[in-house]
């Protein structure tokens, strides 16, 4: 990846999806129609070769707040990088409408100085899957920090009678990103498509619940714009850069980053929960996730030890190994790839998950046969089994 070209001091904002269909242009130009609401010099940088920012744009009335459009050539390579994007001095926020399909290494140009980076997800198992992707791409690749909370979450285009919001809210529940608002599937949004309007344009006797919904985004993004970037959210991770992780700090890793992990494991899990086929790039978000949280791991180490050395195990009667498996692991789903079949377990001390092959150990029990709600591990002879709970909250 090559510098960033620009100058610009312009306050940065990006819209992000891999999928397409999932709102992100409509949410990129009505960004765009705020600021500029607010009297800010504004610009929308249209990067899909759909172009539908930049017909936006066009459709936009004269008597509306100017906003600056800029196109550049995506089928160029520089092109399709926004460091070599010539954002004018005098503009105070760029509005990135981001290309779908953005590779790891690609979103680093996207999120590097960007002061909010917003991804819209609708409720659909095959947009949510999409969505958990680019989240562990952002955090792993792009080493985008959660704790200064730049990286935002909206529920798009969502009907809230539905059994998909359900199912939509419930995997929103289990990110440790903000999940920042929920917008309603309105015909508003078509119709202020249409005469180049954002909704802050709009009567509000028309779109009054719309823009209810929304101030929860303006409120968001107008706390980022105020809040400086820090070092971090300036460097630029490079492709080849590895992300190191001390084995002392790795040992510790499930007692320490437990919260963390339940995103990786949570696109196989949802798929799981249907006996349906996972895509393998769900399966292998688990190993990387842990490398965001190794700044949070520091520090914490001598407080893992003192409790591993206050614990005496002879100070009870252990009970039996069949008894300690079982009151250790809840079984959260069974994925299955091909021939193969993925367990994945809870640790329910510490809320932890952990994923494992049939036939592989877990504590030295071999998990013997799973199905797709139930697991069972054996131990020289004794068995246990598990099996998955439905009494979750949607």
């Given at each position: 990846m090559g510098k960033a070209k620009n100058t610009s001091k312009a306050r940065r904002i990006v819209v992000l999806n891999p999928k397409g269909g999932s709102g992100k242009t409509t949410l990129a130009?009505?960004?765009?129609?705020?600021?500029?609401?607010?009297?800010?010099?504004?610009?929308?940088?249209?990067?899909?070769?759909?172009?539908?920012?930049?017909?936006?744009?066009?459709?936009?009335?004269?008597?509306?707040?100017?906003?600056?459009?800029?196109?550049?050539?995506?089928?160029?390579?520089?092109?399709?990088?926004?460091?070599?994007?010539?954002?004018?001095?005098?503009?105070?926020?760029?509005?990135?409408?981001?290309?779908?399909?953005?590779?790891?290494?690609?979103?680093?140009?996207?999120?590097?100085?960007?002061h909010a980076i917003l991804v819209p997800v609708m409720p659909s198992d095959l947009d949510i899957h999409a969505?958990?992707?680019?989240?562990?791409?952002?955090?792993?690749?792009?080493?985008?920090?959660?704790?200064n909370g730049r990286l935002g979450v909206i529920a798009n285009r969502v009907k809230e009678r539905t059994i998909a919001y359900r199912q939509l809210r419930s995997f929103l529940s289990r990110l440790t990103i903000g999940v920042i608002a929920v917008l309603r599937d309105s015909q508003n949004y078509a119709w202020a498509a249409a005469l180049g309007l954002g909704m802050n344009d709009m009567p509000k006797s028309r779109v009054g619940k719309d823009l209810e919904q929304w101030a929860a985004v303006t409120d968001w993004l107008e706390s980022r714009l105020a809040q400086p970037l820090n070092?971090?959210?300036?460097?630029?991770?490079?492709?080849?850069?590895?992300?190191?992780?001390?084995?002392?700090?790795l040992d510790g890793m499930w007692t320490s980053v437990a919260a963390s992990l339940l995103l990786a494991a949570l696109a196989t899990w949802w798929f799981a929960k249907d006996s349906g086929p996972v895509p393998e790039t769900s399966i292998?978000?688990?190993?990387?996730?842990?490398?965001?949280?190794?700044?949070?791991?520091?520090?914490?180490?001598?407080?893992?030890?003192?409790?591993?050395?206050?614990?005496?195990?002879?100070?009870?009667?252990?009970?039996?190994?069949?008894?300690?498996?079982?009151?250790?692991?809840?079984?959260?789903?069974?994925?299955?790839?091909?021939?193969?079949?993925?367990?994945?377990?809870?640790?329910?001390?510490?809320?932890?998950?952990?994923?494992?092959?049939?036939?592989?150990?877990?504590?030295?029990?071999?998990?013997?046969?799973?199905?797709?709600?139930?697991?069972?591990?054996?131990?020289?002879?004794?068995?246990?089994?598990?099996?998955?709970?439905f009494t979750r909250k949607l």
């Open positions: 130009f009505n960004l765009a129609g705020y600021l500029a609401s607010t009297g800010r010099s504004v610009a929308l940088i249209d990067m899909d070769r759909q172009g539908s920012s930049t017909r936006w744009l066009s459709n936009r009335p004269a008597k509306m707040p100017p906003i600056l459009g800029i196109c550049p050539d995506t089928t160029e390579k520089d092109g399709r990088s926004p460091a070599s994007v010539p954002i004018p001095e005098h503009i105070d926020c760029a509005v990135f409408d981001a290309p779908a399909g953005l590779t790891g290494p690609e979103l680093v140009d996207y999120t590097c100085g960007a969505a958990s992707r680019l989240i562990s791409d952002l955090l792993l690749v792009a080493q985008v920090s959660r704790r070092a971090r959210d300036l460097r630029r991770p490079e492709a080849s850069e590895p992300a190191p992780i001390p084995r002392k700090k292998a978000m688990v190993s990387g996730m842990a490398i965001e949280e190794q700044e949070q791991i520091a520090g914490h180490e001598g407080e893992l030890i003192d409790a591993a050395a206050t614990t005496d195990p002879i100070a009870e009667e252990a009970p039996s190994p069949a008894a300690m498996i079982k009151k250790k692991w809840q079984l959260d789903g069974v994925a299955k790839i091909g021939d193969e079949k993925i367990v994945i377990l809870r640790d329910q001390q510490d809320n932890s998950t952990r994923q494992v092959v049939t036939g592989q150990d877990v504590d030295g029990w071999i998990i013997s046969d799973a199905g797709a709600d139930y697991a069972v591990l054996a131990l020289d002879g004794a068995e246990v089994r598990l099996d998955l709970e």
